[in-house]
Nanobody, 125 residues
């Protein structure tokens, strides 16, 4: 099992940047696919980015390609999401997720069995 704790959320103006962090505890972190999702009230959880266990393969939602970067430090059991050029419509709760199974396109929340509590990102216009 793995426990996930996100941090780094906050408020930023449109066009600004934030870096989210996710600290993982538990055995076998380096065998987990890691991902970031976001969810606003009344909407489904949306996959934003994911990383292979080694970090050498990453995938992104089309809406964030070129602006967001997922990275991981397996020595520190950390995964990060660097978010640039944020827009107001990206105001959401952001969640860190993990699973040892291959997650496919990384767009489906049900492919991930472990979740953090979320960190709020608010982008003002």
């Amino acid at each position: 099992q793995v426990r996930l704790v996100e941090s780094g959320g906050g408020s930023v103006q449109a066009g600004g940047s934030l870096r989210l962090s996710c600290a993982a505890s538990g055995d076998g972190y380096t065998t987990y696919y890691m991902a970031w999702f976001r969810q606003t009230p009344g909407k489904e959880r949306e996959g934003v980015a994911c990383s292979s266990p080694s970090g050498d393969i990453t995938r992104y939602a089309d809406s964030v390609k070129g602006r967001f970067t997922i990275s991981r430090d397996n020595g520190k059991n950390m995964v990060y999401l660097q978010m640039n050029s944020l827009q107001p419509e990206e105001t959401s709760m952001y969640y860190c997720a993990a699973d040892q199974r291959y997650p496919g396109t990384c767009q489906r929340a049900d492919h991930f069995g472990y979740w953090g509590q979320g960190t709020q990102v608010t982008v003002s216009s």
